[in-house]
């Protein structure tokens, strides 16, 4: 017996054929067509399975267009709750619609490995973007061949010219804690001038935008995981992070981290921010202030230096790079290892310093 199902995906109709011990298939209608017409069809559809007219898994079954396979992609990402709709959602959207454009129609089946690295390649962007689009549509063609869309299991790999220029640029740019310490210094005097010249009055406490910077600095949190910090996600020295797409994490505040936290805390009710709702006014704040403290052409004006910053400052101090990375809630131990290597060598040498030679 067989099961008969539709649904919108996108802009095409999906028929669904299922049926015990075969594998599901796929039929696309225009979405032009009005859901009473696709209703009509599942119906007759229905009926000459029934009476053994009509076959839908004779021969190899309908192949789908890539298209249609990106539709089902996505969607299905998205109601899982693995991407967030205004982030991850977003971003693999425009990157693999703009990507899979030329070939949009075709039978993703059909679609020759050549072709795909030439599709990969013809995507604007530097070394670091290419290295992201690579992620994306690897993902997504993995997952065409994991649901039975495609024959063979496809890879594209990067060019050896961006490879070559990742490894080529200076390392991580970040800011020892005296320099974070000048950069808040600088704020506090654009904010007294401020006032004496245009008269102006912060509704936030003078030391607002330094303990948020020594906030970020500390809990080594991201820059978009701050706005959704509210005082309810504060319980003792553990604090709830929303993290990348809809992950959350439980981490331990260092105590100079818990302490900022508990002050912005008070007073305030469960659902009521601890700093602030978005990041604009800070971040432009932050640039301002290094300009001042370290010289208009510092590379290190956006707050995922403050994160970079916070990190190295810890591996300065010795402390075990596992715990840093489960602070920084990266995915194993080796991307802490493989992002801070530049940093670890120095540190390496005066770890094994005093080892001597002891015979026996």
Sequence with gaps: MAWVSYRRVGDKWHVRFRAKGKKEIIKTYPGTLYEKTIIQKVGYLKEQ??????????????????????NMYLE????????????????????????LAPVEGEAINEISADHWQQLFNDLPGGAYTKKGDRGRLNSFLKYAHDKGYMNNRIKVDLPMKYVLEMRNRSSIKYITWQQLDDVCAAHRWIYRQNHLIYGTHSRKDPEFYPDLYFFIFYSLL???????????????????????????????LPPPALDIAQK????????????????????????RAVELALGPDHPSKGFHQLRHSGCVYYISMGKPIQ?????????????????????????MEEVFSDVRHRPV
Excluded at 51 to 66: K, R
Excluded at 87 to 96: G, P, Q, W, Y
Excluded at 226 to 248: D, F
Excluded at 340 to 346: A, E, F, H, I, T
Aim: some cysteine; hydrophobic content about 30%.
């Design 49 to 70: 399975i029934a009476l053994g007219h009509e076959d839908p898994w004779q021969g190899q079954g309908f192949e789908l267009s890539a298209g249609t396979v990106l």
């Design 76 to 99: 299905e990402n998205l109601e899982s709750g693995n991407w967030a709709e205004h982030t991850t959602h977003k971003t693999n959207k425009n990157v693999l619609t703009r990507m």
């Design 222 to 252: 991201r820059s978009f995981e701050v706005p959704k910090l509210k005082a309810k996600h504060l319980k003792g020295n553990k604090l709830t992070v929303q993290g990348k797409g809809r992950r959350t994490d439980i981490i331990t």
């Design 264 to 287: 912005y805390v008070k007073g305030k009710s469960p659902d009521e921010y601890i700093f602030c709702s978005d990041m604009n006014r800070p971040r432009k704040h932050l640039g």
């Design 323 to 347: 715990f840093i990375s489960k602070l920084l809630r990266h995915k194993s131990i080796d991307v802490t290892l493989r992002v801070y290597s530049d940093v670890l060598p120095d540190k």
